[in-house]
């Protein structure tokens, strides 16, 4: 035996923005005592950081890391969300909601969505969304924290003063940033990163490196040439253009995503400003078209100029390769429809957190971390698919192309299984709950065939008590809830100049 203390391991982390300083922060909450971290990154180089709308998983992160969450809200001027409203998708004038939380009351055998299309059969039911709370809160613009109910909800935030709080974080704890742009990656004999050497000549070691650079991929695709695999087939938008307006009414809690002619916008609405934005497809729309229907939309005097960012949506083949973890943009790219581009960091920074290696790499490790990821990300692509394809849009040459293409084969099989039976099955803990797949497909058009044979046996009394009771308990809790600015002013108001 020995009590010699190991030697700690030097973690270089290259990159900053979202990406870098949430893997920063936790890793130096959790690893600092063990590990010499070192982030490196340089302001002559933007981020893209138009992630600014989130989903409730990113409160297990703030958990972890100790965030307080007021604290939190009044520094990146955020607001509450409870969901994303889609406009135009399934044809032009219609909307519906994806909602947070969970749908009416389940049965053990089916989902509530078999019960409703009784009632809805029966002529005895409202719309799917009357019986979620959180759904009706975010029409009705009121949120409160409702722990005894569980109110799931989110958070719109500016994500450069998230990068900012994260960094005062990671400082605290330990970890070193540099400031500078890397002019060379040295690796080892055998194909290990061993290095990165700025352009003022300053050499960083390191035993593990954390890939943040953006689309660039410096070290993951530049310095070890992990190919990357192009979804554009089956998701063909790859340009967005971001501009930043003034907050012209009080924030809703929720996003909007609007679809146009060839790709869609956001609104997504911070306590003093906008996040306004556009996607689309270069096949479809030029730059300056797009330019002009985001300009002409947006709401509020102009803050920013609007900057155009170019993508390929699609995932890297290898997202952890020798001593190189990619997170963020590195590691690939699926469009923020719904709002995963920091839930997909976060991930990645906990799945490594949970197999960070003591000394050596494991081959073992890295497989298994390869393998969730790429899982991971293959459930989400095929979730956002799912927006496009489904849809009765034939008015432009970009929707008729999304309503035909081809579709990965288990996409398939979902829309299949649910429009003839009513049936979602979630699977291996994906991110999307059996109810987000029944809201998305329920509003962008497939209405069940069927329904399981549990909902036969209440009477059509039994039916329309059951569902009255729901509707009633969401609309009294909405009732009582404050408005939404009135409980931003009270729980969380922001400096102006946030």
């Given at each position: 035996m020995t009590d010699a203390i190991p030697k700690k391991q030097k973690v270089v982390i290259a990159g900053g923005g979202t990406a870098g300083w949430m893997t920063a922060a936790a890793m130096g909450k959790v690893l600092g005592a063990v590990c010499d971290i070192t982030l490196v990154e340089s302001e002559e180089i933007g981020t893209v950081g138009v992630g600014e709308a989130t989903i409730p998983t990113l409160m297990t992160y703030n958990r972890l890391i100790g965030i307080d969450e007021a604290r939190l809200m009044r520094a990146v001027s955020g607001t509450f969300k409870l969901g994303i409203a889609f406009e135009n998708w399934t044809e032009l004038g219609h909307r519906y909601i994806h909602s947070f939380g969970i749908t009416g009351k389940d049965h053990w055998t089916a989902g509530f969505q078999h019960f409703w299309k009784r009632g809805r059969d029966l002529g005895r039911?409202?719309?799917?969304?009357?019986?979620?709370?959180?759904?009706?809160a975010a029409e009705a613009g009121r949120f409160a924290h409702l722990p005894d109910l569980g109110l799931n909800y989110a958070y719109h935030l500016d994500s450069?003063?998230?990068?900012?709080?994260?960094?005062?974080?990671?400082?605290?704890?330990g970890v070193r940033r540099i400031e500078g742009r890397i002019a060379d990656v040295r690796r080892t004999d055998d194909g290990d990163l061993q290095s990165l050497t700025l352009q003022d000549g300053?050499?960083?070691p390191g035993d593990m490196f954390v890939d943040c650079t953006g689309f660039r991929a410096l070290l993951?695709?530049?310095?070890?040439?992990?190919?990357?695999?192009?979804?554009?087939?089956?998701?063909?938008?790859?340009?967005?253009?971001?501009?930043?307006?003034?907050?012209?009414?009080?924030?809703?809690?929720?996003?909007?995503?609007?679809?146009?002619?060839?790709?869609w916008r956001w609104q997504i609405p911070?306590?003093?400003?906008?996040?306004?934005?556009?996607?689309?497809?270069?096949?479809?729309m030029s730059e300056d078209e797009a330019r002009q229907i985001l300009l002409n939309a947006v709401e509020g005097e102009v803050l920013t100029e609007p900057r155009v960012i170019r993508f390929r949506t699609g995932s890297r083949t290898a997202h952890w390769h020798r001593?190189?973890?990619?997170?963020?943009?590195?590691?690939?790219?699926?469009?923020?429809?719904?709002?995963?581009?920091?839930?997909?960091?976060q991930r990645s920074v906990m799945r490594l957190m949970q197999m960070f290696p003591q000394g050596t790499v494991n081959p073992s490790d890295v497989r298994e971390f390869n393998r969730q990821t790429h899982y991971e990300m293959e459930h989400i692509r095929d979730f956002i698919i799912l927006h496009y394809h489904l849809t009765n849009r034939t008015d432009t040459p970009f929707w008729r192309h999304c309503r035909t293409m081809d579709i990965p084969e288990g996409l398939r099989h979902r829309m299949d299984l649910f429009a003839a039976t009513g049936r979602v099955f979630r699977a291996n803990d994906e991110l999307f709950a059996e109810n987000s797949w029944t809201q998305v497909m329920l509003g962008q058009g497939i209405l069940p065939r069927g329904h399981h044979p549990v909902a036969d046996a209440m009477s059509p009394d039994e039916?329309?008590?059951?569902l009255a009771h729901i509707s009633e308990n969401v609309n009294r809790t909405v009732a009582g809830l404050p408005m939404h600015q009135a409980y931003?002013?009270?729980?969380?108001?922001?400096?102006?100049?946030a």
């Open positions: 039911a409202g719309e799917f969304g009357d019986y979620c709370l959180e759904l009706m450069s003063a998230y990068a900012v709080f994260l960094r005062q974080l990671a400082e605290a704890s300053t050499v960083i993951i695709g530049e310095a070890l040439g992990v190919g990357y695999q192009d979804w554009t087939h089956w998701l063909p938008c790859d340009r967005a253009i971001a501009v930043q307006t003034a907050s012209v009414r009080p924030p809703l809690p929720y996003t909007c995503s609007i679809a146009h002619g060839a790709g911070l306590q003093h400003r906008t996040g306004n934005g556009i996607v689309f497809s270069s096949r479809f001593n190189c973890v990619a997170i963020g943009l590195s590691s690939g790219f699926i469009e923020p429809l719904e709002s995963t581009s920091i839930h997909m960091i039916v329309r008590r059951f931003l002013d009270s729980y969380c108001k922001a400096a102006v100049t």
